[in-house]
């Protein structure tokens, strides 16, 4: 597992073409290097490169993929064999550091000490027999998060939606609100996103106190594909070491999963595969395997995930976004509708869903008061049409005051954000369970009819709507 970097071996070689992130090398002698081992690349003063083996053309020549940029190499540079896969830090001595794909720090800080434990990014996902079932409720105090999408404690969460709907913000908030509670170690992989909120990440997490406990890898969309595929391996790589070797719980946070399929997809153009449904690689389904099958909770010590993953042109039939989300305990999915009415977090209470959301795991009253919310809001749904056509007056009176308390539980479900502050002025709240718990059961008995709508949007809890009411 954990390991020291490997020594070379024989079978030096040369470049003999670059094309891009593509590079082919002739071994002059001695046996190729293995698919998914890495080489290294030296020009003469220039900088290292790695590039990881991905094909063996014939006896001598095989073909990598570069995990930096390759502007400026030459044909006739030297290949020196390491003789595994990329061997990032791990450890301690990665705390509160950024590291980018191949594991060099990147945050302009000391360099690592020499001694530092190595780890490979590439590695079997852990045995079935290992792995640990995810059924304790991870509380977020995100009302509409812990109601109806609750996460598991050592389980894997994806929040989906297309552009501009929210992702990296319910991302950021999940960050503020688990890892400033929590004990354990965090993890974030950036992978295809823009480095501006990579480096407003740091910032923050400096601020708050939390990098002290964090590991930052980035593979950013400036980055060549092999960055942005291999960013998510290295930093599963750091997580497993701190679950494996120190017995640590972990929170992994991955935003955004999609670009790490995308970055695949490049690379399988760019090595000459077919493309298959809608122009995805044909591995589609195994490299989103390999990555989400090694996020697993073994023995004492858990991983839980937490993922963004856009959704190309809001199409939720998209082959990445169903690989994905078949991984997955929690399904958080972002509404553009809902963004739209300045609903946020923008969770479609309908087409979100858990699997904790089961009267064994999470108990009879919440299983029950999710049902609810969810069948009233439905309902509410499909009345829409007559809604806009006739108006809510013409509903029956069932109807109408289902509607009512539907539109208020929507409202109610809404909630400042601590990470949104500085632009809308209103400091975040966290709610317990117990309390978003009894303030839907108040709205769905019909406790708060004659309360304005308004009175319960972007509210902690139902007291605070009260003292607003009282107060105005
Ligand atoms: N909880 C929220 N409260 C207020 N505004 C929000 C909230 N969530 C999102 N927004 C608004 O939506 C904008 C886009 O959010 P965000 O960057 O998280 O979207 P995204 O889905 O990650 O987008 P992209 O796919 O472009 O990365 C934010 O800049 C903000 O104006």
Not at 323 to 339: E, K, N, T, W, Y
Request: charged share 20%; with cysteine; proline share 5%.
């Amino acid at each position: 597992m954990t390991d020291t970097v490997p020594t070379a071996t024989d079978g030096a070689g040369r470049v003999t073409a670059v094309r891009g992130a593509v590079l082919d090398i002739h071994i002059e002698d001695g046996d190729l290097p293995r698919i998914g081992h890495v080489v290294e690349i030296t020009d003469g003063d220039a900088a290292v490169i790695l590039a990881e083996v991905q094909s063996h053309l014939d006896r001598s020549h095989v073909r990598a993929i570069a995990l930096m940029p390759t502007g400026g190499l030459r044909r006739g540079a030297v290949v020196r064999q390491t003789g595994g896969p990329v061997m990032v830090p791990v450890g301690d001595a990665v705390l509160g550091r950024l590291l980018d794909a191949a594991g060099r720090v990147a945050d302009q800080g000391p360099p690592l000490p020499d001694d530092v434990p190595r780890a490979p990014i590439l590695r079997a996902a852990p045995a079935l027999a290992d792995q640990t079932a995810a059924t304790d409720v991870f509380e977020t105090g995100i009302k509409v998060i812990d109601l109806l999408t609750p996460l598991a404690h050592g389980g894997k969460a994806a929040m989906f939606g297309g552009a501009g709907v929210g992702k990296t913000v319910l991302v950021m908030e999940l960050i503020q609100a688990m890892a400033s509670g929590y004990q354990g170690i965090s993890v974030f992989a950036g992978i295809g996103e823009r480095s501006r909120e990579g480096h407003e990440l740091l910032l923050d997490m400096r601020q708050s106190g939390v990098l002290a406990r964090t590991v930052l890898v980035f593979g950013q969309m400036n980055e060549p594909p092999g960055a942005r595929w291999r960013a998510p391996m290295t930093a599963l790589a750091v997580a497993e070491h701190f679950r494996d070797v120190r017995g640590r719980n972990v929170l992994l946070l991955m935003d955004n999963v999609f670009r790490f399929v995308q970055a695949g997809m490049e690379v399988s153009g760019l090595l000459g595969r077919l493309p298959s449904r809608v122009g995805y690689q044909p591995t589609l389904a195994s490299e989103v395997a390999a990555l989400q099958e090694r996020i697993a909770s073994v023995g004492g010590a858990a991983v839980t995930a937490i993922e963004a993953v856009y959704v190309p042109a809001d199409d939720f039939t998209d082959p990445a976004v169903t690989a994905i989300a078949g991984h997955m305990d929690s399904l958080v999915v972002l509404s553009r509708g809902m963004a739209a009415e300045g609903m946020y977090p923008a969770v479609d209470p309908i087409a979100s869903s858990s699997t904790l959301l089961d009267p064994l795991i999470v108990g009879e009253l919440h299983a029950r008061t999710a049902e609810r919310v969810r069948r009233t809001i439905e309902h509410y749904r499909e009345l829409q049409d007559v809604i806009s056509l006739l108006g809510m007056e013409e509903l029956g009176a069932e109807d109408r005051r289902l509607a009512e308390r539907a539109r208020r539980l929507q409202r109610f479900l809404t909630q400042p954000f601590t990470v949104t502050e500085a632009f809308t002025g209103t400091p975040g709240r966290s709610v317990r369970l117990a309390d978003t718990i009894a303030g839907c059961r108040a709205i769905l008995d019909g406790d708060c009819d004659d309360w304005p709508e308004d009175s319960l949007y972007m509210v902690g809890d139902l007291e605070e709507a009260r003292a607003r009411l009282a107060a105005s």
